[in-house]
């Protein structure tokens, strides 16, 4: 299995590499992937004519994590990256036939349920975005489902929670994902036997993010623990807060 992982050179991907090393790797980014014993590199843009469709040649699967990946981003910033960047994906994957697509979407995409007080959030419930960013996710969500329709791939999306090596806040805790979580999941992610899904990827324990479909059909159980970590007592969500709100 020859896997394309884009936004190689993100702090995501910084933190999964490690688990996927013994894998057939194409990386790339739009700034310099990083250099990897045996893995291929590419830099470019995948909205650039060609690019998607010339990575994409010759593998098995894609992890895409490629996007800009902060919630206070305004539109502007967002729909080349978030949006158009997941479709010139799409669009060459099913040019190529890659029979496997694992997405990083985002629990931002559901943050509303949060900011609503309805918890445990269900991976099954409809997206309720909580800021641009989140819808962006949401949309590629969808895109990733239209696709699985369409072509028959099996397509993968991960509602990555906050990728840290330690969840250094109490607030931060329920939707933590620590680095062993993340390489777990985004390996079961490329194995496991299922057509089309969207998963919750926390570590152990969260009383906010259900991870029971992950479970069930992936076959994830994180193994560490947020409460064995030493934290500061901010107990401050680590989703982006609404900017107004109408009474």
Known sequence: MTVLVTGAAGSVAGMMLPYLADLPLRLTDRVAPPELPGAETARGELTAPGFAASVLDGVSAVVHLAAVPHPGTPWGGLVEPNLAGVGALLAAAAEHRTPRLVLASSVHAMGGYLFAGRVPIQETWAPAPCCPYGATKAFAEAAGRAHAHRTGAS?????????????????????????????????????????SGVYHGVSAGSTVWSIGRATAELGYRPALDPARYPVDDDESTSLCQPESRFR
Do not use: Y
């Open 155 to 195: 397509v993968v999306s991960l509602r990555l929670g906050a990728v840290q090596p330690e969840p250094f806040t109490a607030g931060l805790r329920p939707t933590w994902l620590g680095p062993d979580d993340l390489g777990q999941l985004v390996r079961r992610a490329l194995t496991a036997d299922v057509g």
